[in-house]
């Protein structure tokens, strides 16, 4: 009897999960991706996500922050977004090897703020 309850407890989460899940935006692909490596810095950071995102006029409301291995920002504080796609460009005078970290903060049409973090690696 407690496993069916537990079963069915599950079940309804997963159906919640679902409804909460197509509310809110989701990051679908990025250049640099998630876990890769890098031979250079690219131009810019790149995230698609699911969904067109939210703008309101010059307000900042999605963007995304790159450091590199030595918790510098090589992004620069700017950020375009594009129907789904927000992009930053990324400068360094000298690219260091190692792990960089990308953390993003978006809006979907929904207003509800998305946040979330990967890394991607930059080697020789
Ligand atoms: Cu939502």
Do not use: C, W
């Amino acid at each position: 009897m407690k496993r069916i309850i537990i079963g069915f407890i599950a079940a309804a989460l997963t159906i919640t999960g679902i409804s909460t899940a197509s509310a809110h935006t989701v990051l679908i692909s990025a250049n640099p991706s998630k876990g890769s490596s890098v031979k250079a810095l690219p131009a810019s950071i790149i995230l698609k996500f699911a969904e067109p995102l939210l703008t309101l006029g010059k307000r900042a409301i999605n963007k995304v922050v790159v450091t590199d291995p030595d918790n510098f920002l090589v992004s620069t504080g700017v950020n375009y977004v594009k129907g789904a796609t927000l992009s930053a460009p990324l400068v360094t005078a000298t690219p260091i090897t190692g792990t960089y970290k990308v953390s993003y903060r978006v809006s979907a049409q929904d207003g509800h703020i998305v946040t979330g973090s990967f890394t991607f690696k930059l080697q020789n």
